[in-house]
């Protein structure tokens, strides 16, 4: 529901293609300046989304409502154009975010930079703040995250368990699979095609494709060394976390509750009910996206206060 009935309507971006430092790209969208000194905050979108999604739109809505300049970021391929490389993102690779915030930061002195993230670049923001030396306080000043697959084996055994995980995995398979198919001809020579196309579940792709394209032994490996729940306990920057106790992506047994209660700078909000990404109340004639306006407070609460600890 919350799919359908988030509004498309969002601030004006400005699109700009940054060139990596690897020889590939990321196409990142700016939203309006407010004023020289407004904080700004790096919005990355789920498991292939984009900048367009409407929960993107939405949540920079309320960002510049509150004085704040959302810069949404594609993860590579995601834009409407394939990337260069023969790899793509995965849920752990930090690599682009991080160098992101650094491009934001060199732009932008002086002003306080935040970060948001949903499901996978939730996971992703979370696991930059963690794997830092400095608990990621050396990059953002505030973070918030939305229905985050804190534990990626955990989550993708559900997603092949429950008809609706079912459903969402049909849904983003079919995605993944015109984007190796566009790639057919440089990939073969470093994965089986076929067997990738072929693959009926996340996990048989990420088997197939996302671990031998960035090193990994295998799906396993991949998902304990990316699932976010091991870096929580050295994040030192103020994160709300939103979660529902009935997100399909993830079983209630895995939200990382004890985590978050022994580190004071993690604020998990786990609500019963509010699906993945969805936080939705009020009624299909007057939809209310309580989960948008709660990140976008936090952060313009937390970033536009000198004093905020």
Known sequence: MARVLRSPQGPTFERERLETPDGDFVDVDWGPELDPDAPLVMVLHGLEGSSQRR?????????VARGVRPVA??????????????????????????????VIRDRNPGRRVGGLGFSLGGNVLLKLMGERIDGGTGLLDAAAVMSVPYDLAAGCALMERSRMGRLYSAYFLRSLRRKIESKRARLEPVIDVDSALRAPTIWAFDERVTAPLNGFADAAEYYAKSSSFSFLPAIRVPTLLLHAKDDPFLPSRAIPVAATESNDR?????????????FLEGSPWSPRFWGDRAAANFLARRLRSRSAP
């Not at 993860?75 to 650094?102: I, K, M, Q």
């Open 55 to 63: 929960y993107v739109r939405s949540v920079s809505r309320e960002l």
């Open 73 to 102: 970021m594609n993860f590579r391929g995601c834009s409407g154009e394939p990337n260069r490389l023969l790899r793509y993102y995965h849920s752990g690779d930090t690599a682009d975010a991080g160098w992101l915030v650094s």
């Open 266 to 278: 993690l604020d998990l909000q786990l609500n019963d009910s509010g699906g993945h990404v969805g």
